[in-house]
């Protein structure tokens, strides 16, 4: 639940005139807050304005990388699911062997946890050594495509 607050600038109007500063002459020029923009980073005032050391354009600019996006697949939620994707006809079955294409299903990695209950020749970029060997003892195999990790 959240708490809608006025803000407290609101309160201020009207019959406040120095919306809390004390007096008047307290609050006047740019003393009471130190200097005008960067002023006083010198000797004594370093630590306490640290993040100022670089201004903008002193160091250029870097290029703004896109992250890379793995999608990653574990063999026991593959052979899981295996049978309703076979269903669905996102998977074929050739034989005993049922053939999976990851990479049409937009994964890029094969990773190795769980227990591999069918035959499968899983097609996918990348693989983790655990992954092809669990795939390989249950009578499968992990076609990899591209850079990877192992293949079997």
């Keep these: 639940m959240v708490v809608r607050r006025r803000r407290k ?4 109007r009207g ?4 919306h809390g500063g004390g007096h008047p002459k307290k609050r006047r020029g740019a003393g009471s807050r130190g200097g005008r923009g960067n002023a006083g980073t010198g000797k004594k005032a370093g630590q306490k304005k640290a993040g100022m050391r670089y201004k903008l354009g002193s160091r250029g ?3 703004r990388r896109t ?3 793995s999608r990653t697949i574990n063999v026991s939620i593959l052979s899981s699911g295996i049978m309703r994707m076979a ?3 996102t998977v074929t079955k050739q034989g005993d062997i049922y053939i999976v294409d990851l990479s049409s299903l937009g994964y890029t990695k094969l990773l190795g946890t769980g227990k591999v209950a069918h035959k499968m020749r899983v097609t ?3 693989a983790s ?3 092809c060997e669990r795939v390989a003892a249950a009578g499968g195999e992990v076609i990899t495509s591209g850079t990877s990790t192992s293949s079997s």
Excluded at 15 to 18: E, K, L, N, V
């Design 87 to 89: 269903r669905e006809g």
């Design 67 to 69: 992250p890379i996006v």
């Design 124 to 126: 996918v970029s990348q």
């Design 61 to 63: 600019f870097l290029p």
């Design 129 to 131: 050594a655990q992954a």
């Design 15 to 18: 019959s406040h005139r120095t």
């Design 9 to 12: 600038v609101g309160h201020y």
